[in-house]
């Protein structure tokens, strides 16, 4: 038996012991992605954590993610078992500053990406996924919107709405890279293949595409197409599901540099020694947690 067979066996016995399951995020490693319960999005695996039986959430993902399960299931263990993967983009704004934009603009509502800590969530009135932006903003009341902490997410949901969008200076470091120039050569490249891209994209790139979709939108649509090239621009961790789930067709990256170092931290060590010692744990403070729960139910609920 291979080294890696050996630690899935591990993780597999661990998982039976402690009651346990597995999600794992689209941008994630192959080897963790085919050990994963379930595969998805940030929509997808935040309805799964607030859903799912168990005693404890193994997050293969990154903190925030990890975060949102914990505040969604406050009676199960979740852990992260790359503890130090985080968002930078979610670094991008602090509770503090938030709470001086609400103060000048104390008519808008606060829309605020999941991308996020839990104490920015706390301070939100509800949260989005990259799946269900434009849905989120046209929700709200308000005619105004604080949307945080993606310029790129909000300034796209500004295209399907009458409300005004003010968004915040943050982006995301892989997909904001992601230029008009690469779109052209791909293009050139495989000139009958379609373009689907991440809403996290500059507005320029998103000009060019013929999709914007979260990630496990885009695995609906290669999927379901009759075409059979695509070029794929978003995090490039999500190749493998598609290979996976769609053998039949061909998908191009975009960008061969659009890798996020933080998805990438997780491996199979690092699940099985998480399960050995349930650790990593993430919790977050009562308090913050009743704040940030009320936002995302709010979304969870649309
Ligand atoms: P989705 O999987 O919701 O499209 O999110 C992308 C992302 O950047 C998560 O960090
Ligand atoms: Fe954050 Fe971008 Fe990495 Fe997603 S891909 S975790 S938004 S840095």
């Given amino acids: 038996m291979t080294g890696s067979a050996h630690i899935v066996e591990e993780i597999a016995r661990l998982k039976k012991e402690q009651n346990a399951i597995l999600l794992v995020h689209n941008y994630q490693p192959a080897e963790v992605q085919d050990i994963a319960d379930i595969t998805g999005d940030s929509l997808e695996l935040s309805r799964a954590a607030a859903t799912m039986e168990g005693d404890v959430i193994v997050f293969c993902g990154v903190d925030f993610m990890a975060e949102t399960a914990a505040i969604l299931s406050p009676n199960k263990t979740v852990l992260l078992p790359a503890e ?18 609400k103060e000048r603009h104390p008519d808008a509502a606060v829309v605020c990406y999941v991308n996020s800590s839990a104490d920015v969530k706390a301070e939100s009135d509800i949260c989005c996924t990259s799946s269900n932006a434009v849905k989120v903003v046209n929700s709200v009341k308000e005619d105004t919107i604080i949307f945080v902490p993606d310029r790129n997410l909000g300034q ?8 005004k969008i003010l968004p915040w200076e943050g982006f995301c470091i892989v997909h904001d890279r992601i230029t008009p120039a690469q779109v052209h050569e791909a293009r050139a490249a495989h000139p009958d293949a379609v373009l689907l891209v991440h809403p996290e994209c500059r507005p320029e790139v998103i000009d060019l595409a013929d999709h914007v979709e979260s990630t496990s939108g885009i695995i609906r649509q290669v999927c379901a197409s009759k075409k059979k090239e695509f070029i794929i621009g978003t995090e490039n961790g999500i190749l493998h599901r ?22 990438k931290k997780t491996n199979l060590t690092k699940v099985r020694d998480s399960l050995q010692t349930l650790r990593p744990r993430i919790t977050v403070p009562e308090d913050i947690a009743d704040r940030a729960r009320g936002a995302i139910e709010r979304m969870l609920v649309l």
Avoid: G, H, V
């Fill in 84 to 101: 130090e993967a985080c968002c930078p983009m979610a670094q991008m704004i602090s509770a503090d500053e938030l709470r001086l934009a």
């Fill in 242 to 263: 598609l290979k996976k789930e769609c053998p039949d067709k061909c998908c191009y990256p975009l960008s061969t540099d659009a890798i996020c170092r933080n998805m």
């Fill in 156 to 163: 796209y949901a500004q295209r399907f709405t009458k409300k």
